[in-house]
């Protein structure tokens, strides 16, 4: 029977990419030189074809979200990302935020009785919030709520925090896990390749440490995300070279559970003047993850930062994953810029986005077991 991949072979022109759509319609791996001639050669319906047939493979009409809330220590932080429009540097925290352990258990309490499954911790590297905060932190919200997923800190966090500590990142994880921590947000990743990441992030941890801590996660059985902050000064090559690190790394422990490109925003950053990637190159990019990820079972919009109609329009070009931060206080996207300048949305919003464009919604816990079906 002919299937519309078989089509789009036939049809096209350029035998590499005929190549590359028969490697997909046989559930074979693409290479690194294939991934590169998908961004220099395809146009977005073919790649957005491709994505949406491993898509469909992989979930069917199933697209995820789940309901969560974020807390944010802190935005005081000691490092000095170029693009990051949040931070407020140590020497002027009074211009910035600090949350009390106490307060930060008061905003969990105000999600008492409803129907939450996460909470997602992420924030600056304060000097003063460490290990020793944190373990009190994840332990207070584990005895006031016990059922309560403890998704937090990036790897930037956790090096530092480790390093502080004098422990060693396998120390530090497993007394983290202990304290009631159980998994991982992708954060922190931004380009792995040195000659990018010493321009944009050159002081937090590097490439292979943000490798290394996610990799001993995986080995104590935690879970983990990706992500990978495209549209700036990187070239499609470091694109590449920062997903065959996370290819080879799931191949290796199968620990993460999505990944979640996010978009460069530029406002109120030091690279303002970079412009913003376009929409179509937004996709673009979801779906050449898609294909080229063939070991991650799901690819995530965050909505907070690409807009609610743009992560929808994502869903045609394999994305399976919409987030699901309901009435939040999330900064991180409307301090750069996103139009999402209050990041709420209730289910019943979330739900709707997703049957607009004839999905099903269903609701996932944090390791996507399902939990709902709308
Ligand atoms: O690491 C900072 C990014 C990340 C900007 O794992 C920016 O479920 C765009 O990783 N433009 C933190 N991006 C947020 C994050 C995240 C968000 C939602 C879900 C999950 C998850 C993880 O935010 C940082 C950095 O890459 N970021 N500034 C900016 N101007
Ligand atoms: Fe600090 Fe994270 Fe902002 Fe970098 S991106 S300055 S580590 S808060």
Not at 50 to 63: D, M, Q, V
Not at 180 to 208: C, M, N, W, Y
Not at 314 to 339: P, Q, R
Request: aromatic fraction near 8%; charged fraction near 25%; proline fraction near 2%.
């Amino acid at each position: 029977m002919t299937n519309s991949l078989d089509i789009i072979i036939n049809a096209t022109k350029n035998v590499l990419l005929a190549k590359i759509a028969q490697k997909v319609k046989d559930g074979i791996r693409i290479s690194d030189e294939d991934c590169l001639v998908l961004f220099e050669k395809a146009d977005l319906p073919f790649v957005g074809a491709l994505a949406n047939s491993i898509r469909e493979k992989l979930h069917g009409n199933k697209t995820y979200f789940n309901r969560n809330f974020h807390i944010e220590p802190t935005n005081v932080c000691v490092f000095s990302c170029k693009f990051c429009s949040y931070s407020k540097l140590y020497a002027h925290k009074e211009e910035g935020w600090e949350l009390s352990i106490d307060q930060m258990l008061d905003i969990v309490k105000t999600y008492d009785g409803k129907p939450i499954t996460e909470v997602h911790i992420v924030g600056g590297v304060h000097p003063k919030m460490n290990m020793a905060y944190f373990i009190e932190l994840i332990q207070k919200i584990h005895a006031h709520r016990p059922s309560l997923h403890v998704k937090g800190f990036t790897a930037v966090e956790l090096d530092y925090m480790f390093r502080k500590a004098k422990m060693t990142v396998e120390e530090g994880m497993l007394a983290l896990k202990n304290a009631g921590l159980q998994s991982l947000p992708g954060g922190g990743a931004e380009i792995f390749h040195e000659d990018i990441r010493k321009e944009i992030a050159a002081d937090k941890v590097t490439g292979e440490g943000w490798l290394h801590i996610h990799e001993t996660a995986h080995k104590l059985d935690m879970h983990t995300n990706a992500t990978m902050l495209y549209g700036h000064i990187e070239k499609y090559e470091h694109r590449i070279d920062h997903m065959n690190k996370l290819r080879n790394l799931q191949d290796k422990t199968k620990g993460f559970n999505t990944f979640i490109p996010l978009k460069f925003r530029n406002s109120n950053n030091d690279m303002s003047h970079i412009a913003e990637s376009t929409i179509t190159e937004d996709m673009r990019m979801y779906a050449i993850a898609r294909i080229y990820l063939d070991n991650f079972s799901h690819i995530k919009a965050y909505w907070p930062m690409l807009g609610r109609q743009n992560a929808q329009l994502s869903l045609s070009f394999g994305v399976n994953d919409i987030d699901g931060t309901i009435d939040d206080s999330t900064k991180i996207y409307s301090m750069a810029g996103s139009e999402e300048q209050s990041p709420t949305m209730t289910t019943e919003e979330l739900v709707m986005l997703i049957k607009q464009v004839k999905r099903t919604a269903v609701e996932r816990d944090t390791l996507y077991n399902e939990l709902n079906v709308f």
